[in-house]
């Protein structure tokens, strides 16, 4: 059956790598972002220090009605970097002495705090804290609004351009994916076309990269295989018509010293000697189903839906007769509508062999089984003698086989195609575990995985 990816690699490593890049920009801007910050609460911290520290000095140099003068003046001074600063001195209780504020905002003078706060007016701003004298209290803050806008435009190019390197990576990777994924398509393509019996394509183009290197040898080494087993199949051919036709020649003088003849023992001589040309034949064409099937295995062409049922019955009402006639019971138990995909020949061919081989080996007053199942399952059992021990790893090789009960000949090969035609649909057969007789399932391959058996 043709194997169909359930994903594509190449695909899969092209989103794998849009999405690297996008969390790795990702992480990126937020390292950014937090630097940006914690540069910005430095500056902040700095700023605020560096007027704190000048105002105590004032204080201590001028006294208080001097720190009064100089921190008006430095309200009513706009900055250039837009951090407007804000002041206030207070006594202890909240009771503010100078400052635009209603309120003493919630930080601790006594242990000098300082950090983000937002104002009575609602100002976000960074202050610091201060005890200048027992009773007395300063805080000087800074607006940061300038530096938040600044960190939402670094953060907005920064996005754009993260968002225009997704788009060229995404861009690129799909191109490229789509280039690889028609040369891989190619590739593939070839090995299909061998395998449906078809003639690859050789691309005679010069080699640019190792992908091109790997199609050059993969279609050689395809081209080659699609040869060999053409020669092979011809070959075969060929010798099977070479081996048949003076085979059959010497039939029919067979049949004519047999007619010309009227003592007995020199027809018996004759009749016995027909029956093993026809055994020869029938062993060529046995051998010949074998390695067509073998051949094709994973080959879809010519399979169709065929009802399993019905073609089981059918079957059982031709060897329903043989087996009255040899002493043997023959029960069915077959599920009505089961379909397999496959070749009506060969699935007729394949019951035969079961039914036969069981057919073959049991005595007078055994019986044999046949079941249908959903899946489908095919299982035939019986309670003859059953296989040996010795035997059984090798029951499915060729020219591999019992004593049959009934004294007939056999060439060990029924079996073995058995195997190949449950191959060629995709099926696997096993020799179960029985207590008495041979007991012999088909079934698909999933269904062997699934209960964890084994052929």
């Avoid at 937090?34 to 140099?61: K, P």
């Avoid at 309200?75 to 207070?90: I, K």
Wanted: charged fraction near 20%; glycine fraction near 8%; proline fraction near 4%.
């Amino acid at each position: 059956m043709p194997i169909e990816p359930s994903g594509s690699l190449v695909k899969r490593w092209v989103r794998a790598a849009i999405g690297i890049t996008v969390i790795a920009l990702g992480l990126l801007l937020a390292v950014t972002i937090m630097q940006s910050w914690r540069a910005s609460e430095s500056a902040l911290s700095q700023a605020v220090d560096t007027d704190m520290a000048g105002l105590v000095d004032i204080y201590a140099s001028g006294g208080l009605d001097e720190l009064k003068l100089r921190l008006g003046d430095r309200t009513a001074l706009a900055t250039l970097d837009g951090r407007q600063p804000h002041y206030m001195l207070g006594q202890v209780g909240d009771q503010i002495i100078v400052g635009d504020q209603g309120g003493w905002p919630p930080l601790s003078p006594t242990n000098s705090e300082e950090g983000f706060v937002t104002l009575t007016d609602g100002t976000n701003v960074y202050a610091r804290a201060t005890r200048l004298a027992p009773e007395l209290d300063l805080l000087v803050a800074r607006e940061y609004a300038p530096d938040t806008a600044a960190i939402q435009r670094l953060a907005a190019i920064f996005l754009a351009t993260a968002g225009a390197i997704v788009l060229v990576v995404s861009l690129l990777g799909w191109s490229v994916a789509k280039r690889l994924s028609k040369r891989i398509t190619t590739i593939s393509g070839a090995f299909r076309e061998a395998e449906l019996g078809g003639e690859p394509v050789l691309d005679q183009s010069a080699p640019r990269d190792e992908i091109d290197v790997l199609a050059a040898h993969s279609s050689r080494a395809i081209a080659r295989c699609a040869a060999l087993a053409r020669t092979h199949r011809h070959m075969t051919d060929h010798i099977a018509h070479e081996i048949r036709t003076p085979l059959t020649h010497l039939e029919n003088r067979l049949v004519s010293w047999q007619r010309a003849t009227d003592n007995p023992a020199e027809r018996e001589t004759f009749e016995r000697g027909r029956q093993d040309i026809r055994s020869v034949v029938t062993m060529l064409d046995s051998l010949l189903d074998i390695a067509a099937s073998e051949a094709r295995v994973g080959d879809c062409t010519g399979l169709k839906d065929v009802n399993l049922s019905a073609l089981a019955e059918s079957l059982v009402e031709l060897y329903e007769g043989s087996a009255e006639e040899a002493g043997i019971t023959f029960r069915t138990q077959i599920a009505p509508g089961v379909v397999l995909r496959g070749e009506q020949m060969q699935l007729t061919r394949l019951l035969s062999n079961l039914l036969d081989n069981a057919l073959k080996y049991v005595p007078r007053g055994g019986e044999v089984r046949l079941v249908i199942g959903a899946g489908p399952v095919i299982a035939v059992s019986d309670n003859g003698p059953g296989i040996e021990a010795a035997l059984r790893p090798f029951v499915f090789d060729r020219f591999r086989s019992g004593t049959p009960s009934q004294g007939t000949t056999s060439h060990g090969l029924g079996l073995a195609l058995a195997r190949a035609i449950a191959l060629r649909h995709d099926m696997r057969i096993a020799l179960m575990d029985s207590d008495k007789g041979a007991h012999f399932v088909i079934k698909p391959h999933a269904l062997w995985d699934q209960e964890g058996d084994s052929a």
